[in-house]
T-cell receptor, first 115, second 112 residues
Framework: DVKVTQSSRYLVKRTGEKVFLECVQDMDHENMFWYRQDPGLGLRLIYFSYDVKMKEKGDIPEGYSVSREKKERFSLILESASTNQTSMYLC??????????????FGQGTRLTVV | KQEVTQIPAALSVPEGENLVLNCSFTDSAIYNLQWFRQDPGKGLTSLLLIQSSQREQTSGRLNASLDKSSGRSTLYIAASQPGDSATYLCAAPPSNTGKLIFGQGTTLQVKP
């Protein structure tokens, strides 16, 4: 089975802290994604990556950065955490398959609270 | 721009009922459509993926259909059980990049 593992289920951080959320997948997938999920707003894409050291902005990249130094690992960085970044963060991966084949798999989520 | 809509937002049914969850999308040129399940406070579990060339996919008591011409997909759950209670989300990629556009989800409660 495909496994996407996020390093923490729950995190509490202080305003202004630099926060790292880690995600590892074990299926050699090319694509990796970070989403956040908020009540009433649904899932929104923050950043994604198609390959090592490659990244592209999603719909809401402000206040975030990412790092992908190895194919299996994709990190989300909150440069200076703010209370409006309190959210559920979800990592996903998918293969760079043929058209229509790329099934996405998600991690268990990280509930981040910024106080 | 692809938009995905799920109606209703919530659904409550007695155990044993067969039910249908709806998903609508605006751009018929989709690459695939994926259905997920999410339990409270948890991540998303992939249920079914329908490729653009397919009309339906089945897994156990679940059957998902895709009608590109009408911009609709349905998830059929047979003989519902309390353990099926969860939020169900559909999502479609706007291109072959793997990025997903999600619906808002339908929260299902199956009462014993």
């Amino acid at each position: 089975d495909v496994k996407v593992t996020q390093s923490s289920r729950y995190l509490v951080k202080r305003t202004g802290e630099k926060v790292f959320l880690e995600c590892v997948q074990d299926m050699d997938h090319e694509n990796m994604f970070w989403y956040r999920q908020d009540p009433g707003l649904g899932l929104r894409l923050i950043y994604f990556s198609y390959d090592v050291k490659m990244k592209e902005k999603g719909d809401i990249p402000e206040g975030y950065s990412v790092s992908r130094e190895k194919k299996e690992r994709f990190s989300l960085i909150l440069e200076s955490a703010s209370t409006n970044q309190t959210s559920m963060y979800l990592c996903a991966s998918s293969p760079l398959g043929q058209k229509g084949i790329a099934e996405a798999f998600f991690g268990q989520g990280t509930r981040l609270t910024v106080v | 721009k692809q938009e995905v809509t799920q109606i209703p937002a919530a659904l409550s049914v007695p155990e044993g009922e067969n039910l249908v969850l709806n998903c609508s999308f605006t751009d018929s040129a989709i690459y695939n459509l994926q259905w997920f399940r999410q339990d409270p406070g948890k991540g998303l579990t992939s249920l079914l993926l329908i490729q653009s060339s397919q009309r339906e996919q089945t897994s156990g008591r679940l059957n998902a259909s895709l009608d590109k011409s009408s911009g609709r997909s349905t998830l059929y759950i047979a003989a519902s059980q309390p353990g099926d209670s969860a939020t169900y989300l559909c999502a479609a990629p706007p291109s072959n990049t793997g990025k997903l556009i999600f619906g808002q989800g339908t929260t299902l409660q199956v009462k014993p």
